[in-house]
């Protein structure tokens, strides 16, 4: 946290609300290193958490409203906690997190009171870094933090999930919410989003970087594709049961049963499973590769990562693929792939230190010739998951 926001939040919820807030939280942004589209397929990933946060102050009400600032638009919202629905005006719109938030903790019956609430974020908005999850896991500890009720992490990931699915429509997985809640500093998580069991696996602290490219194209298409992608999965294990009965999801399947096996599904719903069983060995390889400090490897892996979303999950544009290619253009790039649900949004690289200054200076001219668009840059380390501060 820039040490300068805590204060700079302080006083302007001072100036708002009349008094100092009592509770204080923050939730990150998160980039996945590898394993895409592989959550809401039983199967695994690998994100961590990055330096960009959402901060929550707030101060308790004893009417059952919710009023709510938010520093990054200059507006505010209010909302009954009796009656909860989604903002009708746009300019509203950023409150949705919030109000979906509430709405799922009372229905699992916790006894959440009125706030006042100033939110500031660092995560950028609909880039792919899930700007989203960190509102909901901050607006779930906020809620629950003063409510003096204590969620663990993994609940609370799992009730921001359902948030974002029942609120904003998204059949989204369980990654984003569960990073955020749960990364660990200078770790990536390798999680299993099956059973939830993770492990944290440390990341070089020396010699290699993580740098976030955004297209800075915004993502329109992302939320119907995701879904139909989605269904296109169900669909292959659907077909495939009837040869392998014991599946459940992609996950179950090796690729040796898919490779027996794809004759016996449409084209598309082939190539999206061949993308989400491939990339579940990928995971499983890229970790061993991290864990042996083969980073060479784990580039590579990045890079076929990237290809298979590409050509077979069809997530990526011709923005991203541009900016991957000028990334991997640059020496001393081990690896670039597309991060997120894709359609935009940003890309990933492992960079070694000695060629981050030689990426800032020429990818942006590269990723311009390709495509007209700017570039921004983000360097990275992990870092720790959702705090309560105060
Ligand atoms: C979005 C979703 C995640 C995950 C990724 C793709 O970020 O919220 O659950 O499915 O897309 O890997």
Known sequence: MPSSLSPELESRFIDLFGEAPQYLVRAPGRVNLIGEHTDYNDGYVFPCAIERSIWMAASPR????VRAYALNFQKSSTFSLET??????????????????????QREGYPLIGLNIVTYGTVPIASGLSSSAS?????????????????DLKRLALLAQRAEIEFVGVNVGIMDQFISALGRRDHALFIDTRTLDYEAV????????????????????VDSEYNTRRAECEQAVAILKSNLPSITALRDVTIAEFERYADTLPEVVRKRAKHV??????????????????????????????E???????????????????????????????TGAGFGGCTVSLVADSAVEAFKAQ?????????GLDTTIYTTKAEQGAERLR
Not at 203 to 221: C, F, Y
């Open 62 to 65: 004893s009417d059952g409203q």
């Open 84 to 105: 909860i629905e989604k903002a009708q005006n746009p300019d509203e719109s950023w409150s949705d997190y919030l109000r979906a938030i509430a709405a799922i903790l």
């Open 135 to 151: 509102m909901l896991v901050a607006g779930a500890l906020l809620f629950a933090s003063a409510a003096g009720v204590e969620i």
């Open 202 to 221: 440390p990341l070089p602290s020396e010699g290699v970087q993580i740098v976030i490219a955004d297209t800075n194209k915004k993502r329109g298409l």
């Open 277 to 306: 069983i491939t990339e579940n060995t990928r995971v499983l390889e890229s970790v061993n590769a991290l864990k042996s400090g083969d980073i060479t490897r784990f580039g590579e892996l990045m890079n076929a990562s990237h």
């Open 308 to 338: 298979s979303l590409k050509d077979d999950y069809a997530v990526s544009c011709a923005e991203l693929d541009a900016l991957a290619g000028a990334s991997r253009s640059i020496e001393g790039v081990y690896g670039a792939r597309m």
């Open 363 to 371: 990818v942006p001219a590269l990723y311009r010739a390709a495509t």
